[in-house]
């Protein structure tokens, strides 16, 4: 009877989910704080030990491993003590909360900052307004920029899903499907700037009468024709560049389209056999249809992937050839212009030409998922 007297009564469930809020603050921010000072110290320590390089990097490694680890399993322990009706709902945000507060400081802030700086002039002391979107949208160099990421968009899309898609198709028919699918998704596994350099030396010039090293210009050169410098070729130079592109995500796009397409029930497709429709028919009115997310995903990804793109230009041809795009141009202005505020109003536009593909592209799983 005293124990039960002495027990201190839960809390009032009106504080429950005031609580409840406050201990996913404390633990969304505490945990990361608390990582980032075991972290530092340990990290700090070691270097200024008098050891060798290689013992001082593998100890580093394992105690800021083992102190993140221990962190986490300690905060978890405490979260086990708390009650079931707060613990249950404060449990998540030991791991989920850190890594949405990190994403808030690596992903949103530098945004908003972002935003900031794209009212302001080169050196963001003197607010300008909306000058610097202005100049982006009439200045008739950043017009060929935003022309090129149209064009980027519309071809290297369109091309990678039907590419992937009719590939898939067909590879899905032949005996030696694995082997085929590997050469094809090889080039995914080459970085675009090695993929950059490849393609440099196959579209390689070197005046007529001397030695061609570049693939193409060889195969011209021995069909009786003139080398041509392909990449300062305007504008088709930007379908060249598109091309690596399309060559790296064909792979990329065949391997996911064709496991929809296994995806889809054999009977579904004997049952519209047995109706008459032919293989074209089969293809357009069950096949598509059925892998439609699949298609969706795939098309919202690579678009992603096309309005970031930087690498492949910047290796290529430096931006010049009228080659720029969005991502090319933005550190240019930032690094070699010094001017952070159209920089800036590039990367807003860049976010906000983005965002749309995001949103669609998360309504869409959520869709497929209900």
Same mark, same amino acid.
Request: no cysteine.
């Given at each position: 009877? &005293? =124990?039960?007297?002495?027990?201190?009564?839960?809390?009032?469930?009106?504080?429950?989910?005031?609580?409840?809020?406050?201990?996913?603050?404390?633990?969304?921010?505490?945990?990361?704080?608390?990582?980032?000072?075991?972290?530092?110290?340990?990290?700090?320590?070691?270097?200024?030990?008098?050891?060798?390089?290689?013992? !001082?990097?593998?100890?580093?490694?394992?105690?800021?491993?083992?102190?993140?680890?221990? %962190? $986490?399993?300690?905060? +978890?322990?405490?979260?086990?003590?708390?009650? &079931?009706?707060? /613990? &249950?709902?404060?449990?998540? $945000?030991?791991?989920?909360?850190?890594?949405?507060?990190?994403?808030?400081?690596?992903?949103?802030?530098?945004?908003?900052?972002?935003?900031?700086?794209?009212?302001?002039?080169?050196?963001?002391?003197?607010?300008?307004?909306?000058?610097?979107?202005?100049?982006?949208?009439?200045?008739?160099?950043?017009?060929?920029?935003? /022309?090129?990421?149209?064009?980027?968009?519309?071809?290297?899309?369109?091309?990678?899903? #039907?590419?992937?898609?009719?590939?898939?198709?067909?590879?899905?028919?032949?005996?030696?499907?694995?082997?085929?699918?590997?050469?094809?998704?090889?080039?995914?596994?080459?970085?675009?700037?090695?993929?950059?350099?490849?393609?440099?030396?196959? $579209?390689?010039? =070197?005046?007529?009468?001397?030695?061609?090293?570049? %693939?193409?210009?060889?195969?011209?050169?021995?069909? #009786?024709?003139?080398?041509?410098?392909?990449?300062?070729?305007?504008?088709?130079?930007?379908?060249?560049?598109?091309?690596?592109?399309?060559?790296?995500?064909?792979?990329?796009?065949? !391997? !996911?389209?064709?496991?929809?397409?296994?995806?889809?029930?054999?009977?579904?497709?004997?049952?519209?056999?047995?109706? #008459?429709?032919?293989?074209?028919?089969?293809?357009?009115?069950?096949?598509?249809?059925?892998?439609?997310?699949?298609?969706?995903?795939?098309?919202?990804?690579?678009?992603?992937?096309?309005?970031?793109?930087? +690498?492949?230009?910047?290796?290529?041809?430096?931006? =010049?050839?009228?080659?720029?795009?969005?991502?090319?141009?933005?550190?240019?202005?930032?690094?070699?212009?010094?001017?952070?505020?159209?920089?800036?109003?590039?990367?807003?536009?860049?976010?906000?030409?983005?965002?749309?593909?995001?949103?669609?592209?998360? /309504?869409?799983?959520?869709?497929?998922?209900?």
């Amino acid at each position: 009877m &005293e =124990q039960i007297m002495d027990q201190s009564p839960p809390p009032p469930k009106e504080s429950r989910p005031l609580i409840s809020w406050i201990l996913r603050i404390i633990v969304s921010f505490g945990v990361p704080i608390l990582t980032a000072v075991a972290l530092w110290w340990s990290f700090t320590f070691m270097r200024d030990a008098d050891a060798n390089k290689f013992a !001082v990097a593998v100890v580093a490694l394992v105690v800021g491993v083992g102190a993140v680890w221990a %962190l $986490y399993l300690i905060t +978890d322990n405490l979260v086990s003590l708390l009650p &079931e009706a707060i /613990r &249950e709902s404060v449990r998540p $945000y030991v791991f989920v909360g850190p890594a949405m507060v990190i994403l808030g400081v690596y992903l949103v802030y530098p945004a908003i900052r972002s935003l900031y700086l794209s009212f302001f002039n080169a050196n963001s002391t003197v607010f300008v307004g909306l000058e610097n979107y202005i100049f982006v949208f009439t200045d008739p160099a950043m017009l060929i920029v935003l /022309r090129n990421n149209i064009m980027w968009l519309i071809f290297v899309t369109s091309f990678v899903i #039907g590419s992937g898609l009719v590939i898939a198709v067909m590879v899905d028919r032949v005996r030696w499907e694995a082997i085929a699918k590997s050469i094809i998704f090889l080039p995914m596994a080459i970085s675009a700037v090695g993929a950059s350099v490849i393609w440099k030396f196959i $579209y390689s010039f =070197q005046p007529a009468g001397r030695p061609q090293i570049g %693939l193409l210009n060889a195969i011209v050169v021995a069909l #009786g024709g003139d080398p041509q410098g392909w990449l300062i070729l305007m504008p088709w130079n930007n379908f060249f560049l598109m091309f690596i592109m399309i060559w790296i995500l064909t792979g990329f796009a065949m !391997v !996911v389209l064709s496991s929809a397409i296994k995806g889809v029930p054999s009977e579904l497709l004997e049952a519209a056999r047995i109706d #008459g429709a032919s293989e074209i028919t089969i293809f357009f009115r069950v096949i598509i249809p059925y892998i439609r997310g699949t298609l969706i995903t795939i098309t919202t990804t690579v678009i992603i992937m096309v309005l970031k793109v930087f +690498d492949i230009v910047f290796v290529m041809t430096s931006g =010049q050839f009228e080659t720029q795009v969005i991502a090319n141009r933005l550190v240019q202005e930032m690094f070699t212009f010094r001017n952070a505020g159209r920089a800036s109003a590039l990367a807003i536009i860049l976010l906000i030409a983005v965002t749309p593909v995001i949103v669609y592209n998360v /309504r869409n799983m959520r869709a497929g998922r209900s």
